[in-house]
């Protein structure tokens, strides 16, 4: 290989692992989206009146024995509440809207999913759902330098 060859292969293998990072991010970015935006088709019916929840009144019965903790007057904002935030935390992580903050939040709205379930079902219920390990993905694409577009996403 000559000097011309192996400056020129510098900036291809940048260029790969920049791709690399993107296609990560994005993958992680669609993939808890898309997480979030089908538990609110279950919970709305849409894949079916028994698949899943069905309809959101077993959600609202399934939010209560994860959040056994508190009151039964809480459980229909906690409902609400939850299905507000993943629909807005699943569109704003598909389309790359505020990307570091949509993130974060994410991963903070999932860890108290997770504790919740610890709670009232034993720490083995978020382990067998992957909660933490889905909080763990948001966190690091809320501390990665870049979005996809290799733009400063601060």
Known sequence: MNSTSAVQAAPIAKLRTLD????????????????????????????????????????LRYTAEVNSFMPAATIPFLGWAATVAELFFGIALIVGLWPRWTALGSAILLALFGIAMAISFGIHSPMDYSVFSASAAAVMLAIFPRDPAGERSE
């Not at 990072?21 to 979030?36: D, H, N, Q, T, V």
């Not at 089908?38 to 894949?47: D, E, K, P, T, V």
Request: charged share 15%.
């Open 20 to 59: 690399r990072e993107r296609i990560s991010i994005l993958y992680a970015r669609w993939a808890l989206g898309a997480a979030f935006l089908s538990g609110i088709a279950s919970r709305f019916g849409l894949y079916g009146k028994n698949v899943g929840y069905g309809n959101f009144s077993n959600f």
